[in-house]
């Protein structure tokens, strides 16, 4: 199975709330490739299981990109969103689902990981984003790729403050990795954590991290700053307002 979206258009779709949560790009014409209409547990607040045909989320890619976003077979984990591009241009290509807006509390995320042993890291590529649906990226929270294969926390709050940690070596390639983060929403004494598993990766404390109307966003992607070979693969996403555990495995 593939299903693969490629635009050489500019696609937004703001889909709030999560009637169908974990599904991109999708079209009704589809409806008979797997369950299109599988939600979100009753606790989450967005999720993705990328199983078959996608809605809830949406795909973007923007003209210059030469990005593919498609659900792929995967043999370890069935289903799962691919985000490829063989470096021909530096533009967009991500999936994105919205939210009502939070604006306090916590959140808690959780992601499936692969990077691909031919994915180019130069400066930084960003693989999740939490944000308030702003593409400029000053109010966020993100997971990113460093070079060196190392795992970075990147913090970008309203005052704007900027907290970057880095995991050097983290990164495995070819090998699914379960992320988790949590974000405490404060306007002061605010904090955002990674971890892979039950273990502690990087943090950015004592910062504020409510962005101006909230986050709204969840973004998977491979968003670099200039134009590079990528191939990342995400599953079993979700965010919620409690911590969200690692599964045993692999589906197999």
Not at 7 to 24: D, N, P, T
Not at 33 to 42: E, N, Q
């Amino acid at each position: 199975m593939v299903l693969a979206y490629r635009f050489r258009f500019l696609v937004v779709s703001s889909l709030l709330g999560c009637a169908a949560c974990g599904r991109v790009g999708y079209d009704p014409l589809d409806a008979a490739i797997g369950d299109a209409s599988v939600p979100c547990a009753p606790d989450e607040i967005a999720c993705g299981g990328f199983e078959g045909p996608l809605g809830g989320w949406s795909v973007r890619i923007e003209p210059q990109s030469d990005g593919i976003v498609r659900v792929v077979d995967d043999p370890e984990r069935g289903g799962a969103l691919a985000i490829t591009s063989e470096g021909g241009g530096p533009g967009l290509a991500v999936a994105e689902t919205y939210f009502e807006p939070v604006i306090e509390g916590s959140l808690h995320g959780r992601v499936w990981l692969r990077v691909g042993a031919r994915t180019e890291i130069d400066e930084f590529v960003v693989a999740v984003q939490l944000d308030d649906g702003n593409d400029d990226g000053t109010q966020k929270v993100s997971l990113d790729l460093l070079s060196g294969d190392a795992l970075g926390l990147t913090a970008t709050t309203a005052h704007p403050a900027v907290r970057n940690g880095a995991a050097p070596g983290t990164i495995r390639r070819d090998e699914w990795m379960c992320l988790r983060f949590e974000v405490d929403l404060r306007d002061d004494g605010g904090a955002a954590r990674l971890s892979e598993g039950m273990q502690p990766l990087a943090s950015a404390e004592s910062i504020d991290t409510i962005p101006d109307g909230g986050f709204r966003r969840l973004m998977l992607g491979a968003v670099g700053p200039s134009a590079g070979v990528r191939d990342v693969l995400f599953d079993d996403v979700a965010l919620a307002r409690h911590p969200l555990p690692c599964q045993s495995g692999p589906r197999r």
